[in-house]
């Protein structure tokens, strides 16, 4: 199979204007049309057990232990932690809005409300602004600069949000051509939040971080909007000595997705396509939430994360995607796991997937995100020599 595909020189320009590029997506082409990437290709192998009771902490407990709540305090006076918002993909559930601007709450979007609390959870430890890193994709990133900028970036400094772009290429359809929409024109999408190590480097903002001091990011969906700087779990990881710390919530019936399991021994996250056929998923009692704390050290380090094969429908027709996950990260570092409240005023996972989501739940989301609140703790001597 010729290595020139596309033969359109202009869509391979396109292609080529952003990682993964046009030879990775001809490559990841021929894989699948060889069958060397499909569904069989997507599931872990070796053996897969659940976790075991005391491979998770008890994470409502930690948020208020005070040894935990002084280290995390210290790091954010310091300056060493800050967030990272996935803010990219399509939003195609929210009928293709971006969803960072999509108003929660009168003016404040989910984009604000991650702000304003990074806002208020500084002015709680009288420390100064963590950095806020937006990784955008093309289709939400001129949107949500336009956002910011017409409500003022809801009082946030301008030069402590850093914004990069994930990667970007073409669907395919099911003969393994570029998928080409309605108005002619190729159809591109954002191959997954795997991208956040590669862009992150390729964007030179990890080291801009890491050189003023940074060490630690916290990882969330821009739609869970109490994920939230805690510095009592901020405090936990650094403490644990883990390059990750993974927030797993109670797995409520209907949920699908990612959970914690056991792959030849190793505790992973494992998608909820990749378990073997078979496989009761049931017998894990908790689900990843998509929200994780890094050492930096772990997204500066390369990994051969999967290429996935993702079946989707554009326009009511079939289409081929290639994605990565940034959970796959798991199985190559040191990883600490985090039970965290579901419901309640201290609840951590409130995902909103599509309007009807934010209708239902947005008087427990908004009365969950205005309980948060952080009390300023002195850095006690044990905790300093953590």
Same mark, same amino acid.
């Given at each position: 199979?010729?290595?020139?595909?596309?033969?359109?020189?202009?869509?391979?320009?396109?292609?080529?204007?952003?990682?993964?590029?046009?030879?990775?997506?001809?490559?990841?082409?021929?894989?699948?049309?060889?069958?060397?990437?499909?569904?069989?290709?997507?599931?872990?192998?070796?053996?897969?057990?659940?976790?075991?009771?005391?491979?998770?902490?008890?994470?409502?407990?930690?948020?208020?232990?005070?040894?935990?709540?002084?280290?995390?305090?210290?790091?954010?006076?310091?300056?060493?932690?800050?967030?990272?918002?996935?803010?990219?993909?399509?939003?195609?559930?929210?009928?293709?809005?971006?969803?960072?601007? #999509?108003?929660? *709450? +009168? /003016?404040? !979007? =989910?984009?604000?409300?991650?702000?304003? &609390?990074?806002?208020?959870?500084?002015? %709680?430890?009288?420390?100064?602004?963590?950095?806020?890193?937006?990784?955008?994709?093309?289709?939400?990133?001129?949107?949500?600069?336009?956002?910011?900028?017409?409500?003022?970036?809801?009082?946030?400094?301008?030069?402590?949000?850093?914004?990069?772009?994930?990667?970007?290429?073409?669907?395919?359809?099911?003969?393994?051509?570029?998928? #080409?929409?309605? *108005? +002619? /024109?190729? !159809? =591109?999408?954002?191959?997954?939040?795997? &991208?956040?190590?590669?862009?992150?480097? %390729?964007?030179?903002?990890?080291?801009?971080?890491?050189?003023?001091?940074?060490?630690?990011?916290?990882?969330?969906?821009?739609?869970?909007?109490?994920?939230?700087?805690?510095?009592?779990?901020?405090?936990?990881?650094?403490?644990?000595?883990?390059?990750?710390?993974?927030?797993?919530?109670?797995?409520?019936?209907?949920?699908?997705?990612?959970?914690?399991?056991?792959?030849?021994?190793?505790?992973?996250?494992?998608?909820?396509?990749?378990?073997?056929?078979?496989?009761?998923?049931?017998?894990?009692?908790?689900?990843?939430?998509?929200?994780?704390?890094?050492?930096?050290?772990?997204?500066?380090?390369?990994?051969?994360?999967?290429?996935?094969?993702?079946?989707?429908?554009?326009?009511?027709?079939?289409?081929?995607?290639?994605?990565?996950?940034?959970?796959?990260?798991?199985?190559?570092?040191?990883?600490?796991?985090?039970?965290?409240?579901?419901?309640?005023?201290?609840?951590?996972?409130?995902?909103?997937?599509?309007?009807?989501?934010?209708?239902?739940?947005?008087?427990?989301?908004?009365?969950?995100?205005?309980?948060?609140?952080?009390?300023?703790?002195?850095?006690?001597?044990?905790?300093?020599?953590?």
């Amino acid at each position: 199979m010729s290595t020139r595909w596309p033969a359109d020189e202009r869509l391979r320009a396109a292609l080529d204007a952003t990682p993964p590029g046009a030879a990775t997506l001809a490559w990841l082409r021929n894989e699948w049309l060889e069958g060397r990437l499909g569904d069989a290709h997507n599931r872990v192998s070796g053996v897969v057990s659940p976790p075991e009771p005391d491979d998770i902490d008890d994470g409502a407990g930690i948020r208020h232990d005070p040894a935990a709540i002084a280290v995390g305090h210290r790091a954010l006076t310091r300056g060493e932690a800050g967030l990272v918002v996935l803010n990219g993909g399509m939003a195609t559930r929210f009928g293709g809005v971006v969803k960072g601007v #999509v108003p929660v *709450d +009168g /003016e404040r !979007s =989910f984009l604000a409300l991650k702000l304003l &609390d990074a806002l208020r959870t500084a002015d %709680a430890c009288k420390a100064s602004p963590p950095v806020v890193l937006l990784m955008n994709s093309r289709a939400t990133h001129d949107a949500t600069w336009a956002h910011l900028r017409a409500h003022d970036f809801f009082g946030y400094p301008r030069e402590l949000i850093w914004a990069f772009e994930q990667q970007w290429t073409a669907r395919l359809d099911d003969r393994g051509e570029v998928f #080409v929409e309605s *108005d +002619g /024109e190729p !159809s =591109f999408y954002g191959p997954g939040h795997g &991208d956040l190590g590669p862009s992150l480097r %390729a964007s030179g903002l990890l080291d801009r971080f890491v050189a003023g001091g940074g060490r630690t990011l916290l990882m969330s969906n821009v739609d869970n909007v109490v994920a939230t700087l805690d510095p009592g779990l901020l405090g936990h990881h650094l403490r644990s000595g883990a390059r990750i710390c993974v927030e797993l919530v109670d797995k409520w019936p209907g949920d699908a997705g990612g959970a914690p399991a056991r792959v030849d021994g190793r505790l992973q996250i494992v998608e909820g396509f990749r378990f073997p056929v078979g496989f009761d998923q049931a017998r894990i009692p908790v689900f990843n939430t998509n929200t994780l704390w890094f050492d930096t050290a772990a997204l500066t380090a390369e990994h051969p994360l999967t290429w996935f094969v993702v079946r989707k429908e554009v326009e009511g027709r079939p289409v081929i995607q290639f994605e990565r996950l940034v959970g796959e990260l798991t199985a190559f570092e040191s990883t600490r796991w985090l039970r965290v409240p579901r419901d309640g005023l201290e609840t951590r996972f409130v995902p909103i997937k599509s309007p009807a989501d934010l209708e239902g739940a947005r008087l427990a989301l908004l009365d969950a995100w205005n309980a948060r609140g952080v009390s300023p703790v002195p850095v006690a001597r044990e905790a300093a020599q953590a």
